[in-house]
């Protein structure tokens, strides 16, 4: 059974910490993402991988860096998290020919 | 850009009976795949179908089934003998050029028993 993992399904963090979002699959996918999930703006894209070491910018990077260091892995930083940055977090994956996408069951944090 | 669109927020409908989830996207390629992709509360996203723009018969799988109007560029999803287990939050989704994967903002479906 294909997994994505996400290292925390709740988190709670401090204005101006430095917090670290995992994320982990299986399937030896090479395109992974992330995005946030806000109350009538659906997903929108933050950043997506599509090698090792490569990453392209989504619709609202501010705010937000990523690291793939290694394949399945794919990490979701926030330099110095604010309270705009309270949502829902999702990671996903896309098979290589584009037929189906995985995710991980989110993470919903919140910044006090 | 690529964009997914669905106009309707919120959607009822009663148990057993049929609704239908409207879906527009644009995009300049010929050739993708096209998802509905459903959020129970427990967050999970779930497949829900998929369809092949080069693929003229609209697909099917179970109570779920598509009709999609590639000239058009719409996609919507019919469900039908609806349970209140369908009652959740569905997206519609297309992967563009560069592997990247767009949603439309969502159509929360309650169902009515």
């Known amino acids: 059974d294909v997994k994505v993992t996400q290292s925390s399904r709740y988190l709670v963090k401090r204005t101006g910490e430095k917090v670290f979002l995992e994320c982990v699959q299986d399937?030896?996918?090479?395109?992974m993402f992330w995005y946030r999930q806000d109350p009538g703006l659906g997903l929108r894209l933050i950043y997506f991988?599509?090698?090792?070491?490569?990453?392209e910018k989504g619709d609202i990077p501010e705010g937000y860096s990523v690291s793939r260091e290694k394949k399945e892995r794919f990490s979701l930083i926030l330099e110095s998290a604010s309270t705009n940055q309270t949502s829902m977090y999702l990671c996903a994956t896309l098979t290589d020919m584009n037929t189906e996408a995985f995710f991980g069951q989110g993470t919903r944090l919140t910044v006090v | 850009a690529q964009t997914v669109t669905q106009s309707q927020p919120e959607m009822s409908v009663q148990e057993a009976e049929t609704v239908t989830l409207s879906c527009t996207y644009d995009t300049s390629e010929s050739d993708y795949y096209l998802f509905w992709y459903k959020q129970p509360p427990s967050r999970q996203m779930i497949l829900v179908i998929r369809?092949?723009?080069?693929?003229?018969q609209n697909a099917t799988e179970n109570r779920f089934s598509v009709n999609f109007q590639k000239a058009a560029k719409s996609f919507s999803l019919k469900i039908s003998d609806s349970q209140l287990g369908d009652a959740a939050m569905y997206f519609c989704a297309i992967p563009t050029w560069g592997n990247k994967l767009v949603f439309g903002a969502g159509t929360i479906l309650r169902v009515k028993s």
């Open positions: 399937m030896d996918h090479e395109n």
């Open positions: 991988s599509y090698d090792v070491k490569m990453k």
């Open positions: 369809q092949e723009a080069y693929k003229q």
